[in-house]
């Protein structure tokens, strides 16, 4: 029988959205200045197409304004790092993302070096990653995927200090900044990846699951501690004949099993997404609070 709590992610992005969206209009309100999001992205991937559509309509929703460039597959390294520049100089923006992943010919490393780390609203910036990392400091961002995981542990009154957390796998994006964003939380936490000798044995013993893999239900419900509180990061594409473009998006977690034997778990669509989507939100808020100082 199925026991889980089926988190409602759509509904508590929802109530987070209209807080910022307060705070938007009383800041337009008593200052004439709003935040505002630029978005840089290159080549036409659909899955990156697909994202900030999203980004945008969220920014839209709450009356964030947004910019957005577009660059063609084959630009040059040079003609993305002026654009980049550009938005660092352009006091109207207080938010950059540049869309991951970039095509082969360019460096990633140095596209995220340029990104103002006053503006990296993404958290990528060594600067911001590091100071994540180093416990005492302050990053100025934190990557929105982790911030969200944070945000929906505590909204759901889960106890982060002193518990067992499992964080599967180390993307910069999503599993190496929950990783160090649960240990600040006081958490004791174990990264799984693919080198990892039966991850299944490591991942039952957790209290709080983080999956990021990329593979569709490739966590079965025996990998789960009964009780566990599970998020599902994956966004997996899969084949549907009765979708209409033709596939769906699927999680990690193969949920049936998982519901069966965890407390709470986020379902794949409408779980962590639209937190996560959130956070971009709140960080670029934040940071227009901080110009506007
Ligand atoms: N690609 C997948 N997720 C993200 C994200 O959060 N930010 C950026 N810039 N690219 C991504």
Redesign the pocket.
């Known amino acids: 029988v199925q026991t889980a709590t089926i988190i409602d992610g759509k509904a508590i992005a929802q109530d987070i959205r209209s807080q910022i969206a307060r705070e938007v209009c009383r800041m337009k309100a008593s200052i004439g200045k709003s935040p505002g999001l630029a978005v840089v992205l290159v080549g036409k991937r659909r899955d990156?197409q697909t994202?900030i559509r999203v980004k945008l309509k969220a920014c839209d929703e709450v009356g964030i304004p947004s910019f957005i460039a577009q660059l063609p597959e084959n630009c040059t390294e040079y003609q993305l790092l002026n654009v980049v520049s550009g938005f660092n100089d352009n006091p109207l923006v207080h938010g950059i993302?540049?869309?991951?992943?970039l095509p082969q010919h360019l460096d990633e490393e140095k596209i995220i070096d340029s990104v103002s780390p006053e503006k990296d609203v993404?958290g990528?910036h060594p600067l911001n990653m590091g100071n994540l990392a180093m416990r005492r400091r302050e990053p100025l961002f934190i990557?929105?995927?982790s911030k969200g995981c944070i945000e929906l542990l505590l909204r759901s009154g889960v106890e982060i200090m002193g518990k067992k957390a499992v964080v599967i796998g180390r993307s910069k994006?999503v599993g190496l900044p929950t990783s160090l964003l649960l240990q600040r939380h006081q958490a004791t936490v174990s990264t799984v990846h693919a080198f990892t000798k039966n991850p299944e044995k490591i991942t039952r013993e957790a209290d709080i699951v983080v999956s990021d893999v990329g593979i569709p239900n490739i966590v079965l419900g025996n990998w789960l501690k009964p009780g566990a509180f599970v998020i599902d990061m994956g966004t997996n594409p899969i084949k549907d004949p009765n979708s209409r473009n033709g596939y769906r998006i699927t999680g990690d977690i193969c949920f049936k099993e998982a519901t069966k034997v965890v407390s709470a778990i986020t379902p794949v669509p409408g779980g962590i997404g639209p937190i996560?989507i959130t956070m971009?939100l709140s960080n670029t808020l934040d940071s227009a609070k901080r110009a506007f100082r």
Do not use: H, K, M, N
């Not at 993302?97 to 992943?101: A, G």
């Open positions: 990156s994202y993302i540049v869309q991951l992943p993404d990528f990557p929105c995927a994006i996560t971009l």
